[in-house]
């Protein structure tokens, strides 16, 4: 049987949205500090096991119809939402907050909720946008939240002649040196595999 393909006016993803716009026969509130969020707890559940077990589990959450939301800003939680909904980020423009770091607190987000689709979508736009200012928070997530592709793609970003120096005389950096020394061995140890800070470190006999 060959595979066929609903018209765009009769989208899955894109009903299911309309669904979160009209908060149509939501069954949940979240309050994340001064904003509330109208959800239905199926469609969460199917989107992560950890809301699942919140939702439909032996927790208080269960039972109850409005949910406090602690350690994230509202910005951050109506992304993720969206995310559940639609299987894409909204547009995004704000003075309060980059895209670098919306990014950032999505993916942590994302990792707290088990939303793997979100925290790929996150780490993709992360590995994409490292920047002097912003490798070693990317560093440091990258540690946290067991990201390997971030954790390279730093490494790399960092092994690149005429970026180290200039790095290692941020406070960035030392905060990481501070926070997690482990990192600092394996900064070390992919620099030295650039021929040209090898030479630096180990150079060749005459």
Not at 14 to 28: F, K, R
Not at 99 to 115: C, G, P, T
């Amino acid at each position: 049987m060959c595979s066929l393909e609903a018209p765009k006016s009769f989208n899955l993803n894109s009903q299911i949205g309309n669904l979160l716009e009209s908060s149509e026969t939501a069954d949940v509130i979240f309050d994340v500090e001064n904003q509330s969020f109208r959800c239905h707890r199926t469609i969460l559940a199917a989107r992560s096991p950890v809301l699942k077990a919140g939702l439909f589990g032996n927790m208080v959450e269960a039972t109850q119809k409005r949910i406090k939301i602690e350690n994230i800003c509202p910005e951050v939680f109506k992304a993720m939402i969206h995310f559940m909904y639609t299987d894409s980020l909204p547009c995004y423009d704000s003075e309060t907050m980059s895209a670098e770091i919306m990014a950032q607190q999505l993916f942590v987000v994302a990792d707290r909720y088990a939303i793997e689709g979100l925290k790929a979508l996150c780490e993709d736009k992360l590995c994409h946008s490292i920047s002097l200012d912003m490798v070693a928070a990317s560093l440091a997530l990258a540690e946290r939240h067991n990201s390997p592709r971030l954790k390279n793609s730093c490494l790399e970003f960092i092994a690149e002649p005429g970026t180290l120096i200039s790095w290692m005389l941020t406070e960035e950096y030392a905060d990481l040196v501070r926070n997690f020394p482990s990192l600092i061995a394996e900064i070390r140890g992919k620099v030295a595999t650039v021929p040209s800070f090898r030479e630096l470190i180990m150079p060749e006999k005459q």
